[in-house]
């Protein structure tokens, strides 16, 4: 369950039925919720947005640690001395290391006043006595991977608990009075600068208590994040400036911590959206100038879901017959848009060839023109058929060694004689193949081309037969899996 979303300043909800411009000069952490319906309009919506974390009320901000040394330190004072005490810490954990400090209040060099951490996944809590003794307190649940949990410590003088999600995860009696020497600053993230124990994932909301909760008041927390007890609390940094070095304690203390290399991200983990706007009009100019750091853009699609701009590319497959004779080239894909190929596959056969020694496929050429080239018709990249099995690790072309057999094989009701070709090369790749010889033909499958060819504007792939005075034709199928935006 992550935290609830707090009430932030709207800067603009707008209705546009009409054609408008929107001009928004964004510095400070607002939300812009713009529904445009107008069935005809045109708009534009320039935004220059210059803070560092562009927030919405679908997500909150957050603190993501490096797992190396990012911490948040709150200077000491008598106020976050504590004998009894709750520590509780929204954590979404993208990794588990065998130590991840949540929180350290250290009482000398090595030993803690309280602390909470998580080891191998589960939670654990240790602290020194007044006497020089540790105490400690394992966790048995395990928190969840990349969702935010509710980890919580308390000590009330007699019992030492751990909770986690609002439920209690384990607890041992001790009486005890911590240790609460002066000189050490509370550090979230960080057990010391030697040896930093840093976790890897995102804090969102870190509060101290100067006594124990009960259960009740934990679980109510769990459910209202936003809304908790705030009876004995002395430090609570909600993590929702979105931007600066200074998390702002909002229990009236005056407990404010220093960011030190820890990056401002939403509670999801990724930079938090600044714009939630349904485009409906027929035609969208949408100018957006970020001066942040990095920023995930979501696009509701007609599919009728949200999606990255990973999920952008959807796949797609083009099937074509081809037929191209001596010096002629078969489209197999003809696209407008911008995206991508990923795979392309061809089934072909040659007509017109006589048994014995053979360059079955010498002449086909597989071309791919992207953007300007389509209209230039020059082709961005050719690939001789045969070497797109020779990238798979096998030949098919060129020279055949005949072996024949006494049996057939029957394709769509047709029977052929059944061969085994095989180029003479040193890899000795072997490929099976069909000779068709009542209509003197060869029939061969190839392999799946993996291939990588970024378009923006357009898209064209050919089969073409080089060679001008062949009477052979190059009968068969071609597939191209590529991705268009959506």
Same mark, same amino acid.
């Given at each position: 369950?992550?935290?609830?979303?707090?009430?932030?300043?709207?800067?603009?909800?707008?209705?546009?039925?009409?054609?408008?411009?929107?001009?928004?000069?964004?510095?400070?952490?607002?939300?812009?919720?713009?529904?445009?319906?107008?069935?005809?309009?045109?708009?534009?919506?320039?935004?220059?947005?210059?803070?560092?974390?562009?927030?919405?009320?679908?997500? /909150?901000?957050?603190?993501?640690?490096?797992?190396?040394?990012?911490?948040?330190?709150? $200077?000491? &004072?008598?106020?976050?001395?504590?004998?009894?005490?709750?520590?509780?810490? !929204?954590?979404?954990?993208?990794?588990?290391?065998?130590?991840?400090?949540?929180?350290?209040?250290?009482?000398?060099?090595?030993?803690?006043?309280?602390?909470?951490?998580?080891?191998?996944?589960?939670?654990?809590?240790?602290?020194?006595?007044?006497?020089?003794?540790?105490?400690?307190?394992?966790? *048995?649940?395990?928190?969840?991977?990349?969702?935010?949990? =509710?980890?919580?410590?308390? @000590?009330?003088?007699?019992?030492?608990?751990?909770?986690?999600?609002?439920?209690?995860?384990?607890?041992?009696?001790?009486?005890?009075?911590?240790?609460?020497?002066?000189?050490?600053?509370?550090?979230?993230?960080?057990?010391?600068?030697? %040896?930093?124990? *840093?976790?890897?994932?995102?804090?969102?909301?870190?509060?101290?208590?100067?006594?124990?909760?009960?259960?009740? $008041?934990?679980?109510? %927390?769990?459910?209202?994040?936003?809304?908790?007890?705030?009876?004995?609390?002395?430090? !609570?940094?909600?993590?929702?400036?979105?931007?600066?070095?200074?998390? @702002?304690?909002?229990?009236?203390?005056?407990?404010?911590?220093?960011?030190?290399?820890?990056?401002?991200?939403?509670?999801? #983990?990724?930079?938090?959206?600044?714009?939630?706007? %349904?485009?409906?009009?027929?035609?969208?100019?949408? &100018?957006?100038?970020?001066?942040? =750091?990095?920023?995930?853009?979501?696009?509701?699609?007609?599919? #009728?879901?949200?999606?990255? #701009?990973?999920?952008?590319?959807?796949?797609?497959?083009?099937?074509?017959?081809?037929?191209?004779?001596?010096?002629?080239?078969?489209?197999?894909?003809?696209?407008?848009?911008?995206?991508?190929? /990923? =795979?392309?596959?061809?089934?072909?056969?040659? *007509?017109?060839?006589?048994?014995? !020694?053979?360059?079955?496929?010498?002449?086909?050429?597989?071309?791919?023109?992207?953007?300007?080239?389509?209209?230039?018709?020059?082709?961005?990249?050719?690939?001789?058929?045969?070497?797109?099995?020779?990238?798979?690790?096998?030949?098919?072309?060129?020279?055949? $060694?005949?072996?024949?057999?006494?049996?057939?094989?029957?394709?769509?009701?047709?029977?052929? $004689?059944?061969?085994?070709?095989?180029?003479?090369?040193?890899?000795?790749?072997?490929?099976?193949?069909?000779?068709?010889?009542?209509?003197?033909?060869?029939?061969?499958?190839?392999? !799946?081309?993996?291939?990588?060819?970024?378009?923006?504007?357009?898209?064209?792939?050919?089969?073409?037969?080089? %060679?001008?005075?062949? *009477? &052979?034709?190059?009968?068969?199928?071609?597939?191209?899996?590529?991705?268009? @935006?959506?």
């Amino acid at each position: 369950m992550s935290p609830d979303a707090p009430d932030y300043t709207l800067l603009s909800d707008v209705n546009v039925v009409g054609s408008v411009t929107l001009d928004v000069n964004v510095v400070g952490s607002v939300t812009i919720n713009t529904n445009i319906t107008g069935a005809s309009s045109t708009v534009v919506l320039n935004v220059n947005v210059t803070n560092e974390v562009l927030q919405s009320k679908l997500a /909150k901000p957050a603190l993501a640690f490096d797992g190396v040394d990012d911490y948040v330190s709150v $200077e000491d &004072n008598p106020s976050i001395r504590l004998t009894t005490y709750t520590i509780e810490v !929204w954590y979404r954990p993208l990794r588990f290391d065998d130590i991840d400090v949540l929180l350290y209040k250290h009482c000398d060099a090595t030993r803690a006043n309280y602390c909470l951490q998580v080891r191998n996944g589960k939670l654990y809590s240790d602290y020194k006595d007044v006497n020089g003794v540790p105490h400690s307190v394992s966790g *048995t649940g395990l928190l969840t991977l990349h969702d935010y949990n =509710q980890c919580v410590n308390t @000590y009330d003088g007699s019992t030492y608990a751990l909770y986690l999600n609002g439920d209690l995860d384990n607890s041992v009696s001790v009486e005890a009075t911590p240790d609460t020497s002066a000189g050490y600053d509370l550090e979230v993230g960080r057990y010391s600068a030697g %040896n930093p124990l *840093t976790p890897q994932g995102s804090i969102s909301i870190v509060r101290v208590y100067n006594r124990a909760l009960s259960s009740d $008041e934990i679980s109510h %927390n769990y459910s209202h994040p936003q809304d908790p007890v705030v009876e004995g609390l002395v430090l !609570w940094l909600n993590f929702d400036e979105g931007v600066g070095t200074v998390a @702002y304690d909002r229990s009236g203390s005056g407990n404010h911590g220093t960011i030190h290399g820890a990056v401002w991200v939403s509670e999801q #983990g990724q930079v938090a959206p600044l714009l939630n706007v %349904n485009l409906t009009a027929s035609q969208i100019t949408l &100018n957006i100038n970020i001066t942040a =750091q990095d920023i995930d853009i979501k696009v509701y699609t007609p599919s #009728g879901r949200w999606v990255t #701009g990973s999920d952008l590319f959807a796949a797609k497959v083009t099937t074509g017959t081809l037929a191209p004779g001596g010096g002629e080239e078969d489209v197999i894909l003809d696209v407008t848009g911008r995206g991508r190929i /990923k =795979q392309i596959g061809l089934w072909l056969d040659v *007509t017109g060839v006589t048994e014995g !020694w053979a360059d079955c496929v010498n002449d086909a050429i597989l071309r791919i023109y992207l953007d300007d080239d389509v209209d230039a018709g020059t082709p961005t990249l050719e690939i001789y058929v045969y070497d797109i099995d020779m990238l798979n690790g096998k030949e098919i072309y060129g020279r055949m $060694e005949h072996e024949w057999y006494d049996d057939t094989v029957t394709i769509d009701t047709t029977s052929y $004689e059944r061969y085994y070709a095989k180029h003479v090369s040193e890899n000795g790749a072997v490929k099976l193949a069909i000779y068709d010889r009542a209509n003197m033909r060869w029939i061969m499958s190839f392999s !799946w081309l993996v291939v990588n060819c970024e378009f923006l504007e357009k898209c064209r792939v050919t089969l073409y037969n080089d %060679n001008a005075s062949s *009477t &052979n034709y190059l009968y068969g199928q071609a597939t191209v899996l590529y991705g268009v @935006y959506p």
